[in-house]
């Protein structure tokens, strides 16, 4: 498990237009207590996989992802390294970048002074466990349960709520393919 100065890193993609407003870094942490049965991330469920690295390497691997609106944090469970990530985005707000977080936790769970600072670093917050049974359409909301929270004005009055679900490829040097997005169930 990574250090308060360090993230436990499962993925990171640098640019991406489907995992929040505007074009984003997305960074996905490893490891989760939830364990939502059909879980799209099961590969970020254990502590023990991803890869450990500083929050300052993080840091610059965003800002070198030039035109970026802001950043997405994804997971795994970003709340279980709420620490780190707290200090993560409030680098990159300093920076002029917004943060999205998408949580398994709703938002009542997170008032907690051990998830506080990454709340007030939050600008738009993505709440509530994965409900196969509940399938939703929303581009940002995997199921209907799902809550968007507006911590911050930054997109309270532009972003649209209710926008179509895409999806998207991108394919690394290695050759690996990762899907990113919410495909549409229909």
Same mark, same amino acid.
């Given at each position: 498990?990574?250090? +308060?100065? #360090? ?14 407003? %505007?074009?984003?870094? &997305?960074?996905? &942490? ?5 364990? +939502?049965?059909? +879980? ?5 469920? @254990? ?23 802001? &950043? ?17 985005? $409030?680098? +990159? ?9 998408? !949580? %398994? ?6 008032? #907690? ?12 917050? &993505?709440? %509530? ?22 911590? !911050? ?9 209710? !926008? @179509?679900?895409? !999806?998207?490829? $991108?394919?690394?040097?290695? %050759? ?7 495909? #549409? #169930?229909?």
């Amino acid at each position: 498990m990574a250090q +308060c100065d #360090s993230i436990q890193v499962a993925a990171f993609e640098p640019r991406s237009s489907v995992n929040g407003p %505007g074009i984003r870094a &997305v960074l996905w &942490v490893q490891g989760c207590h939830r364990r +939502c049965p059909g +879980c799209s991330n099961q590969a970020f469920l @254990p502590f023990s996989g991803g890869c450990e690295q500083k929050i300052d390497q993080v840091f610059e691997r965003i800002l070198a992802s030039r035109g970026i609106e802001g &950043v997405s944090f994804s997971g795994g469970e970003p709340f279980e390294q709420a620490t780190p990530l707290a200090k993560l985005a $409030h680098q +990159c707000r300093t920076a002029g970048l917004s943060v999205l977080v998408f !949580t %398994g936790y709703t938002l009542d769970e997170l008032y #907690s002074p051990a998830y506080k600072a990454l709340l007030d670093q939050t600008d738009l917050l &993505v709440a %509530g466990p994965y409900d196969q049974d509940k399938p939703q359409q929303d581009s940002l909301l995997a199921s209907a349960n799902q809550t968007l929270h507006f911590l !911050t004005n930054r997109y309270r009055d532009s972003f649209p709520i209710h !926008t @179509p679900r895409r !999806t998207e490829f $991108h394919i690394a040097p290695d %050759g690996t393919i990762r899907i990113t997005g919410f495909p #549409s #169930s229909t």
